[in-house]
Nanobody, 118 residues
Framework: VQLLESGGRLVQSGGSLRLSCLASGRPFRLNAMGWFRQAPGKERDKVAAINWTNDRTHYADFAEGRFTISKDNAANTVYLQMNNLKPEDTAVYYC????????????WGQGTQVTVSS
């Protein structure tokens, strides 16, 4: 499975962005897809995840209430709607796919830069 993110850009604090992740190859093999982020000098954090089959979602505490993960199966695309963005949300955002439940994510996109100005 190949993943391609898009939608990252510079946005002002309080603004919104929607990131997209297009999955090609054999996305039906995936158990779940997730969004991660990594800011300079920091470890990578999981932002949100969605089960490919039953649409169950999970959010990091910092994302709860501001971010929404969703997917369009027909388009093989996962989205991350981010509202009320803060400067601390500045990071490279990565899309990832998990094949086997409970295991590490197996495939990763190249990332898309999100920069939130104060």
């Amino acid at each position: 499975v190949q993943l391609l993110e898009s939608g990252g850009r510079l946005v002002q604090s309080g603004g919104s962005l929607r990131l997209s992740c297009l999955a090609s190859g054999r996305p039906f093999r995936l158990n779940a897809m997730g969004w991660f982020r990594q800011a300079p000098g920091k470890e990578r954090d999981k932002v949100a995840a969605i089960n490919w089959t039953n649409d169950r979602t999970h959010y990091a505490d910092f994302a709860e209430g501001r971010f929404t993960i969703s997917k369009d199966n027909a388009a093989n695309t996962v989205y991350l709607q981010m509202n009320n963005l803060k400067p601390e949300d500045t990071a490279v955002y990565y899309c990832a796919g998990q094949v086997i439940p409970g295991t590490e994510y197996d495939c990763w996109g190249q990332g898309t830069q999100v920069t939130v100005s104060s």
